[in-house]
């Protein structure tokens, strides 16, 4: 039995991940679990799955909580947190925290040695130069069903026998909406995702495509590959979730229905597939697929994310936070939908760029820009 620890276990992923665990009870069992703010949730979890260790990041709730489940170690702050994940024993950890704020829990567990199951993408968009460099006795399994795809497809072919990765995107809820639409998109049509059910700042980088965009970024560190070799095509049905493209000009696909079940399953698992009820895939359900290519015009921060990871640098890590404030923005429906893209292009276009940045810069600056975003985005879109 697997000893795991689930980062980031109210959100999207982390319940999803929940889900894998409770159709596998002689597989897996949950040693530490943490939370930002939904601690109720967390406590139910706990006292389900007999938690030992869980740790609520939002050091607001630590004087104002009193129902805490019973033989259960809880501690508050991200501080906290980092010491639990260099102290507990436990094979994997699945890093499910949301945004830049899972950056640090990488690191850590990176550092230690221990296997990562990584779902916050935005580790290695903001770091990815310094995380590469840290694998060493870790094993980094990606939990994003497109990045999935091409490990599992991959197996143990040498990397210079591919010649390129290439990732599927549904295209979101306005794959044909016509642009002269695009300004008056609602916040109920943005998060109307038609395949995925996802949590909301993910569904609206669906619907930009930015976290498409971020997913080559990602696809760069994880596979070694150029930008030149990761392609992106729309594939509504999101039922191949990546290809990879060999040397000799065959494709290999990885196919099923759109859940997050089964990356996660095998991520934990990894590296072996076990037996599971959570997909049914009957390739004679499959509907007809389809694919065609990315419009810059529908999607102008897909092109702008691969950009950033091309230029690299501190650039990915300003695009990430600057995205990050924009969207927030958006679901407080203080600006509109394109007026995303203008926040970010404003970000990239007028910071200036570090090379090979540390830890420390990227920390800081992530923070610098979202609170400028935050703060001065009338002026910025006026």
């Not at 580790?123 to 980094?140: C, E, N, P, R, Y």
């Amino acid at each position: 039995m697997k000893k795991i620890a689930i980062l980031g276990v109210t959100g999207s992923i982390g319940l999803s991940t929940i889900e894998v665990v409770r159709q596998h009870p002689d597989e897996f069992k949950i040693v530490l679990a943490s939370a930002n703010n939904n601690h109720q949730k967390l406590f139910t979890l706990t006292r389900e799955f007999s938690i030992p260790n869980i740790v609520i990041t939002n050091k607001d709730f630590e004087n104002r909580i009193t129902d805490y489940p019973e033989n259960t170690n809880i501690k508050f702050g991200e501080e906290n947190l980092l010491e639990a994940l260099k102290t507990i024993d436990f094979d994997i950890v699945l890093n499910a925290i949301f945004g830049s704020a899972g950056l640090k829990s990488t690191m850590t567990v990176l550092s230690r040695g221990i296997d990562l199951a990584l779902a916050n993408k935005e580790s290695l968009v903001m770091a990815g130069h310094l995380i590469q460099k840290m694998q060493t006795d870790s094993k980094l399994i990606p939990v994003d069903s497109e990045h999935s795809a091409i490990f599992q497809a991959i197996g143990t072919t040498p990397l210079d026998e591919i010649k390129s990765a290439i990732l599927t995107a549904s295209g979101g809820p306005f794959r044909k909406l016509p642009l002269n639409e695009f300004d008056k998109i609602t916040i109920e049509q943005t998060l109307s995702h038609p395949t995925w059910n996802m949590g909301a700042k993910v569904t609206v980088d669906s619907a930009t495509m930015m976290n498409k965009g971020l997913e080559v970024i990602e696809a760069h560190w994880l596979f070694n590959k150029d930008f030149s070799e990761i392609k992106t095509v729309i594939h509504p049905q999101s039922i191949i979730h990546s290809f990879i493209e060999f040397v000799d000009g065959s494709i290999m696909a990885q196919m099923s229905f759109p859940t997050m079940k089964l990356p996660i399953l095998f991520a934990l698992s990894y590296p072996y597939h076990i037996k599971s009820n959570i997909s049914k895939s009957n390739i004679l359900d499959f509907p007809d697929l389809t694919f065609s290519e990315v419009e810059r015009e529908r999607y102008p921060l897909f092109f702008l994310a691969k950009k950033a990871g091309e230029t690299g640098g501190l650039v990915p890590t300003i695009l990430n936070s600057a995205n990050e404030a924009a969207i927030d923005l958006f679901l407080k429906n203080k600006i509109h939908f394109n007026q995303i893209y203008e926040l970010v292009d404003f970000s990239i276009s007028t910071e200036n760029n570090v090379h090979h940045p540390s830890l420390d810069t990227i920390i800081q600056t992530n923070s610098e820009i979202y609170k400028k975003i935050i703060r001065d985005y009338k002026n910025i879109l006026s």
